[in-house]
């Protein structure tokens, strides 16, 4: 099983990135997968989340309105599209994959990790 995430990058407050989560190894309609995200010194933390079919999506309450989750099960990849950046957004991002049901965000559910992408906002 592996989970690339990539599409970080600085961009100023208020500005737009996309992130990518490219993925292989199991059957990926089968399985929701989740963005979540750590800034430093702070702990990981739920970001959204999308079921298997991309008909259910979750969002954390500090993302909704401007984030989207969406999924592309021909190329096994979700997305995350981030619209209207602000600084608290800064944070490595991470995909996972759903594994097992202990609440859809918490981190115990995702039993796997991609690597992480960095995503700056500045002033």
């Known amino acids: 099983v592996q989970l690339q995430a990539s599409g970080g990058g600085s961009v100023q407050a208020g500005g737009s990135l996309r992130l990518s989560c490219a993925t292989s190894?199991?059957?990926?309609?089968?399985?929701?997968i989740g963005w979540f995200r750590q800034a430093p010194g702070k702990e990981r933390e739920f970001v959204a989340r999308?079921?298997?079919?991309?008909?259910?999506?979750d969002y954390a309450d500090s993302v909704k309105g401007r984030f989207t989750i969406s999924r592309d099960n021909a190329k096994s990849t979700v997305y995350l599209q981030m619209n209207s950046l602000k600084m608290e957004d800064t944070a490595i991002y991470y995909c996972?994959?759903?594994?097992?049901?202990?609440?859809?965000?918490?981190?115990?559910?995702?039993?796997?990790w991609g690597q992480g992408t960095l995503v700056t906002v500045s002033s």
């Open positions: 996972a994959r759903h594994t097992i049901n202990w609440g859809l965000e918490s981190l115990k559910s995702y039993g796997d």
């Open positions: 999308i079921g298997g079919t991309g008909k259910q999506k």
């Open positions: 190894g199991f059957i990926f309609v089968n399985y929701a």
